[in-house]
């Protein structure tokens, strides 16, 4: 018969453990430890890693009927903190979980305390390594690979989690590499290039505004027309406007901010 986890489940063992923990006096490793890894796997320095013993912190920790067990539950945890800090830090997703696997098949033979800590201490320098590798390249072939993206799906919605999975990086690292090296954030960038493509197809089409702003999957007219004066500097009242060869000639489509290739 296949068993199933309940809120009254949760709730019972919450009890048992407040009441078990509160005899032992048992306090958890303290915070600041665990920060001050995951600061240095975010800024990818490898070779300053420090995390107290084990032996040091039983006074902090306690002593549990399984103490193993406990500190294994912690020495879990901190690896899986570990692996989201790297990941977010631009660490691609399989690279980082490939090194959390592994630890943790270490951590399944690990018999002593000694050995869950280098465990911990490990982890920490192998992910902030994988993010010092990162940093230290140049990102100019990544925002090449986004734009290209972009590019080839102007006239779809284009969302910044799509554009991450194609260049297979954190969304957060993309998004940050990207303002860092172009001065402009990836949605700004995607509007920018939606409003030239709308400049060229108000000039050389028949399309109504209503059916450029469907097919440069704009929200709505009204939308796309806000737009536009904010990256044109002026409204338009009718498509005769983008067809006057002053108008449109060389950066005068422009006027508010050139928009790049």
């Known amino acids: 018969m296949e068993k199933h986890v309940s809120q009254k489940e949760i709730e019972k063992i919450l009890t048992t453990n407040k ?24 800024h990818g320095v490898y070779q300053e890693i420090y995390f107290p013993e084990f032996t040091e912190l039983k006074d902090h920790a306690g002593v549990s009927a399984s103490e193993k067990k406990l500190w294994e539950y912690y020495t879990v945890s901190a690896v ?29 033979k690990a018999d002593t305390l000694h050995e869950m800590h280098e465990i911990i201490i490990l982890s920490a320098s192998l992910f902030a390594y994988m993010v010092h590798q990162g940093s230290v390249k140049d990102n100019s072939y990544l925002i090449k690979q986004a734009k290209n993206y972009i590019n080839s799906n102007i006239y779809s919605k284009i969302y910044l989690d799509d554009i991450a999975a194609h260049v297979k990086v954190h969304p957060s690292y993309l998004s940050r590499c990207f303002s860092k090296q172009e001065n402009m954030t990836i949605s700004n960038y995607i509007m920018q290039k939606k409003m030239k493509a709308a400049c ?6 028949d399309l109504s505004i209503a059916e450029i702003s469907q097919y440069l999957s704009i929200s709505s007219q009204s939308n796309f027309t806000t737009t536009f004066k904010k990256w044109t500097g002026r409204p338009f009242h009718h498509k005769i406007l983008a067809k006057n060869e002053q108008e449109t000639r060389g950066a005068q489509w422009f006027p508010a901010q050139r928009l790049s290739d």
């Open 80 to 108: 899986t903190l570990f692996v989201f800090t790297a990941v977010d830090s631009g660490v691609s997703s399989d690279r980082a979980f490939d090194l959390s696997d592994a630890m943790l098949a270490r951590l399944e």
């Open 200 to 205: 060229g197809l108000l000039k050389h089409s």
């Open 19 to 42: 009441l078990r923990n509160s005899e032992n006096d048992l306090q958890r490793i303290p915070y600041e430890h665990v920060l001050r890894l995951l600061n240095k796997i975010r």
